[in-house]
């Protein structure tokens, strides 16, 4: 294997989510450039309002198992990214067993839906908690350590198409998703000094169980206006994005080849955000 074959070679990713989607894929993919892998996920129900099964232990199991194929070391927990203490345990069994953090992606996340008046106050906190606050709780498990060992590295967040261009029918979505956009941009402009990147990454349509809520279609139903600001985009589309092609965009931001991005919100969307 080449340094080409290998890019993240002796690094440590930390992921959030990590049980099955995004979150696995991108497991899989750093494991498969060459990264030592920490993984989290809740594997349980985080909020009543999603209209989509939450993962289960049997999830990151699998996770576990597909990391490790890769030939690659992973530190898996049941963690909650609201859980900021928890977080934060992990991060420093981490650093103890691997010796390093290079990598973050902050991609845990909830998507539910209701029209901004009519959605209950803990449909709003669970998803600003989860969303929002979860990616701040993971950046102070983070930062510290990473600017401690003085090898800089890359930051990832997963936001959305949503957080830069808003949609109907999920503004508690966007509002958080727009969050995680000036938190980004925020953090780069703090952690430059120390040469540690952060962008954000903006998916769209991707094919996993919180992209196949068939919730929406209510809301569609409901309110048929709606449907015009959901566009396929500007590129041929025949079905959801397989999460694999999010991951290779979340390995090309954790390695060299894009040193010279931060503060920039990248779109994984076939062009939506221009149509």
Same mark, same amino acid.
């Given at each position: 294997?080449?340094?080409?074959?290998?890019?993240?070679?002796?690094?440590?990713?930390?992921?959030?989510?990590?049980?099955?989607?995004?979150?696995?894929?991108?497991?899989?993919?750093?494991?498969?450039?060459?990264?030592?892998?920490?993984?989290?996920?809740?594997?349980?129900?985080?909020?009543?309002?999603?209209?989509?099964?939450?993962?289960?232990?049997?999830?990151?199991? $699998?996770?576990?198992?597909?990391?490790?194929?890769?030939?690659?070391?992973?530190?898996?927990?049941?963690?909650?990214?609201?859980?900021? @203490?928890?977080?934060?345990?992990?991060?420093?069994?981490?650093?103890?067993?691997?010796?390093?953090?290079?990598?973050?992606?902050?991609?845990?996340?909830?998507?539910?839906?209701?029209?901004?008046?009519?959605?209950?106050?803990?449909?709003?906190?669970?998803?600003?908690?989860?969303?929002?606050?979860?990616?701040?709780? !993971?950046?102070?498990?983070?930062?510290?350590?990473?600017?401690?060992?003085?090898?800089?590295?890359?930051?990832? !967040?997963?936001?959305?198409?949503?957080?830069?261009?808003?949609?109907?029918?999920?503004?508690?979505?966007?509002?958080?998703?727009?969050?995680?956009?000036?938190? !980004?941009?925020?953090?780069?402009?703090?952690?430059?000094?120390?040469?540690?990147?952060?962008?954000?990454?903006?998916?769209?349509?991707?094919?996993?169980?919180?992209?196949?809520? !068939?919730?929406?279609?209510?809301?569609?139903?409901?309110?048929?206006?709606?449907?015009?600001?959901?566009?396929?985009?500007?590129?041929?589309?025949?079905?959801?994005?397989?999460? $694999?092609?999010?991951?290779?965009?979340?390995?090309?931001?954790?390695?060299?080849?894009?040193?010279?991005?931060?503060?920039?919100?990248?779109? @994984?969307?076939?062009?939506?955000?221009?149509?």
């Amino acid at each position: 294997m080449t340094d080409q074959d290998l890019p993240l070679a002796g690094r440590v990713a930390y992921v959030t989510g990590a049980a099955r989607g995004q979150g696995r894929s991108h497991c899989v993919r750093l494991a498969r450039a060459g990264a030592d892998v920490v993984a989290i996920d809740a594997c349980a129900p985080v909020c009543d309002a999603n209209g989509y099964p939450p993962a289960e232990p049997a999830d990151l199991a $699998e996770t576990v198992r597909l990391v490790e194929n890769e030939g690659r070391k992973i530190l898996a927990q049941q963690v909650d990214v609201r859980d900021a @203490a928890s977080q934060q345990r992990v991060v420093a069994e981490a650093v103890e067993q691997f010796g390093r953090l290079d990598i973050v992606v902050a991609n845990a996340g909830v998507l539910n839906w209701g029209r901004v008046w009519e959605i209950s106050p803990q449909q709003w906190q669970d998803t600003l908690d989860v969303n929002l606050t979860g990616v701040w709780n !993971t950046m102070r498990a983070v930062v510290p350590p990473m600017i401690a060992a003085g090898n800089g590295g890359s930051i990832i !967040t997963i936001s959305s198409a949503a957080g830069i261009k808003a949609v109907p029918g999920c503004g508690h979505y966007c509002a958080s998703k727009f969050g995680v956009v000036g938190l !980004t941009n925020s953090l780069a402009i703090e952690l430059g000094e120390f040469g540690i990147r952060v962008n954000s990454v903006h998916p769209y349509g991707t094919d996993t169980p919180m992209g196949n809520d !068939t919730s929406m279609y209510q809301v569609f139903a409901d309110h048929p206006t709606y449907i015009h600001s959901f566009s396929p985009g500007a590129l041929p589309t025949d079905s959801l994005a397989p999460p $694999e092609l999010i991951s290779d965009i979340v390995v090309w931001l954790a390695s060299d080849a894009s040193s010279l991005l931060t503060a920039a919100q990248i779109p @994984a969307e076939k062009g939506y955000l221009k149509i």
